[in-house]
C-alpha cells in the first residue's frame, strides 16, 4: 500500500472513530441555546419529578430568581438536565446569552436583573414578596417606567374620548408609562388597579400602542402565554 493510500485510511478512520453513534441517547447541551421541542410524556414526567428533587438553590433560581425572564424551552432544557455541574454551567450560559458584553467579567444583565429584584422587594412588597406582586413582575421584566401616575386614594376618572367619554368613580389606581419596549411598541400604559385597598394594586392594560386595541392583545397574548390574566375595572 503506498504511503499516500495510508495516510488517506488513517484519516478516515480518525474521522470515523471522533464521530458519535446516530443511535447514541444525549440530553441537552447545557452550553447550548435551547430550541423548541416536543416533550414525550416520559420526558415530562421526568421534568416533574426533577423539579421536586432540585437542589433548594437551583429550585429558587428556576421558579423565583428568573421565572419572568426565562423561556419555556429553557426552562424544559434545565429540567432536562441530570448533573448539578450541568445546571451550573446552563445557569452560566443563560446569563451569557443576555449579556450586552459577553467578553467582560461583570454581567451587565445579571446585574440589573438582580438589581430590579431587589427594588421590587424593598418597594412593591404588601403581604407577599414584591417580586410576586403585578408592579414587581412589570418592573423586573420591563425596568422602570419613564412616566408613573399614582392615586393612592382612587377618586374620580375622566375617561378619554377613545375610553367612551365620561367619569367615573375609581380604586387606588396607578398607571405606568414606557415611551418605548423592544418587541413590545410603543407608548405602553399599564393601570394597576387597588380594588381591595390593601395596597397592592393589580396589574390591567389600557391603550398601549397607539390605536389602543394593538397593545390591549399583545398584552393579552403576552400575559396568557405565561400563565397571567389581566385584572379588569369593576
Not at 8 to 14: D, G, M, Q, T, V
Not at 19 to 37: I, K, R
Not at 103 to 112: M, Q, R, T, V
Not at 179 to 205: K, W
Request: aromatic letters at 12%; charged letters at 30%.
Amino acid at each position: 500500500m503506498s504511503r499516500v493510500a495510508r495516510t488517506l485510511l488513517a484519516s478516515a478512520f480518525s474521522i470515523f472513530i471522533a464521530l458519535p453513534s446516530s443511535g447514541a441517547q444525549q440530553g441537552p447541551d447545557p452550553a447550548a441555546a435551547p430550541t423548541p421541542q416536543k416533550l414525550t410524556k416520559d420526558t415530562k414526567k421526568k421534568m416533574r419529578r426533577t423539579l421536586k428533587e432540585l437542589d433548594s438553590s437551583y429550585r429558587q433560581w428556576l421558579s423565583e430568581d428568573v421565572t419572568y425572564i426565562i423561556s419555556p424551552d429553557e426552562r424544559n432544557a434545565f429540567l432536562q438536565l441530570d448533573t448539578n455541574e450541568e445546571r451550573e454551567q446552563f445557569i452560566e450560559q443563560f446569563w451569557l446569552r443576555r449579556s450586552s458584553n459577553p467578553d467582560l467579567p461583570e454581567n451587565d444583565f445579571k446585574e440589573e436583573h438582580y438589581r430590579r429584584i431587589a427594588y421590587a422587594n424593598e418597594h412593591f412588597a404588601s403581604g407577599i414578596p414584591g417580586w410576586k406582586t403585578d408592579r414587581g413582575r412589570m418592573y423586573i421584566m420591563w425596568g422602570p417606567a419613564d412616566e408613573v401616575e399614582s392615586h393612592p386614594t382612587g377618586g374620580t376618572y375622566d375617561r378619554p374620548m377613545e375610553e367612551g367619554g365620561g367619569s367615573t368613580t375609581t380604586y387606588p389606581w396607578e398607571t405606568w408609562r414606557w415611551r418605548y419596549l423592544e418587541d413590545i411598541g410603543e407608548n405602553i400604559i399599564i393601570e394597576f388597579v387597588d380594588p381591595s385597598g390593601s395596597g397592592e394594586p393589580d396589574g390591567i392594560d389600557r391603550d398601549g400602542v397607539e390605536g389602543g386595541s394593538i397593545f390591549a392583545l399583545r398584552w393579552h397574548d403576552y400575559a396568557e402565554s405565561h400563565g397571567w390574566h389581566a385584572s379588569q375595572h369593576e
